[in-house]
């Protein structure tokens, strides 16, 4: 049955007007009226929806029953990333969005490529996140995972929280030091709910000043192995083990 993200209150017997982009699609799709979608809104579960009449640009849906049903891992998962450069960072976004990731921060770092500022970031924020909705659109996610605003690595730093017992969070440092701690065994640590922070870098990996000030905000250094992976292929890997892990 084909799946929209609709961003607005939904209940069920009301009648509703799909948003431009949700409607677009159901045109695109050729969807009658009397056909069943389901619609989504990211605060949890599904609905379904009948369609009951289509304009020109613009459809109309009468809502449906509300069905409760969550595939999301059972850990929160950020991916903090030094942005990989061309269309690379489109394709973690949408990797990510449909293994499940909670958020996404992206980063410049000193060995960032990929640098945007001002109405360009704004511009690519936007459209990741809707790379990410269409991601979920596609694999029965029902809750988007948050594409943040791009931001410097040492500002995104000093403005995290502190790690306490009221607000645990793992934070684990992609890493190919020598002597580093496998992420399996980090993760045994920890309460499989306990969420977590992944933090790796772009093409050519963090700079040491860098690399100290993450382990200096509590960023433990974790390997996934003696490979050296690509910046976005190392976040999925992680990604994938992190909620993977959880009896």
């Known amino acids: 049955m084909p799946r929209f993200h609709c961003p607005t209150p939904l209940i069920a017997g009301q009648s509703l007007g799909l948003p431009a982009s949700a409607a677009r699609h159901v045109q695109v799709l050729r969807l009658q009226p009397g056909q069943v979608i389901t619609l989504f809104n990211g ?3 599904e609905w379904s929806a009948t369609i009951t009449r289509m304009g020109r640009s613009d459809v109309d849906v009468t809502m449906g029953a509300h069905t409760a049903t969550e595939r999301e891992p059972g850990r929160a998962v950020t991916l903090a990333m030094g942005m990989p450069a061309n269309d690379r960072m489109d394709w973690l976004v949408e990797k990510a969005a449909e293994l499940g990731v909670a958020s996404l921060q992206p ?12 109405e360009r ?27 943040q605003p791009v931001a410097d690595f040492a500002a995104w730093l000093k403005a995290l929280p502190p790690v306490n017992a009221a607000a ?5 440092l992609l890493s190919l030091a020598e002597g580093t701690q496998p992420l ?7 309460a499989c709910n306990t969420p977590v922070c992944f933090l790796s870098g772009p093409e050519g990996g963090l700079n040491p000043q860098e690399d100290a000030q993450a382990r200096a905000a509590g960023f433990v250094p974790v390997t996934l192995g003696p ?3 690509r910046a976005e292929t190392a976040s ?9 892990s959880i009896p």
């Not at 511009?123 to 594409?147: D, F, L, Y």
């Not at 645990?168 to 684990?172: I, N, S």
């Not at 399996?184 to 920890?190: G, S």
């Open 168 to 172: 645990p969070e793992l934070r684990c």
């Open 121 to 147: 970031a704004t511009k690519k924020q936007a459209h990741w996140q809707s790379v990410a909705i269409a991601a979920c659109e596609q694999c029965g996610g029902n809750r988007v995972p948050t594409v």
């Open 43 to 45: 605060d949890g579960g």
């Open 227 to 229: 490979r050296v992976l």
């Open 107 to 118: 980063l410049h770092t000193a060995h960032s490529v990929l640098r945007l500022s001002g």
């Open 184 to 190: 399996a065994e980090a993760l045994q640590a920890v």
């Open 236 to 244: 999925l890997a992680a990604l994938v083990v992190a909620t993977h």
